[in-house]
Nanobody, 124 residues
Framework: QLQLVESGGGLVQAGGSLRLSCAAS????????MGWFRQAPGKEREFVAI????????DYADSVKGRFTVNRDNAKNTLYLQMNSLKPEDTAVYYC?????????????????WGQGTQVTVSS
């Protein structure tokens, strides 16, 4: 089992910044590709950002490119999402997820592990 716990969410004004963290415990964190996903009220969960086990090959949804940055610290078993220039449409519950297969993770296909989520609210 790999346990994932997100933190860092909160309420921020449009244009502001937040940094989300996802702390992992259990299995070998560095073996897993990691991703961030979000779900707004009444909408399906969507892909936000993804990163390979080594920290390479970051990929982003078009809606967050240039504003969000994903990175990881395998020594600290932690995944991060730096969110800048936040917009009201970024309001959602943000989830981190882990899978041994980065392609499967990107498509949210039978993902191995999910965190419980952290709420991000951006006011206008």
């Amino acid at each position: 089992q790999l346990q994932l716990v997100e933190s860092g969410g909160g309420l921020v004004q449009a244009g502001g910044s937040l940094r989300l963290s996802c702390a992992a415990s259990g299995r070998t964190f560095s073996s897993y590709a990691m991703g961030w996903f979000r779900q707004a009220p009444g909408k399906e969960r969507e892909f936000v950002a993804i990163i390979s086990w080594s920290g390479g090959s970051p990929d982003y949804a078009d809606s967050v490119k240039g504003r969000f940055t994903v990175n990881r610290d395998n020594a600290k078993n932690t995944l991060y999402l730096q969110m800048n220039s936040l917009k009201p449409e970024d309001t959602a519950v943000y989830y981190c997820a882990a899978d041994l297969n980065i392609s499967r993770l990107r498509l949210q296909l039978r993902v191995d592990y999910w965190g419980q989520g952290t709420q991000v609210t951006v006011s206008s």
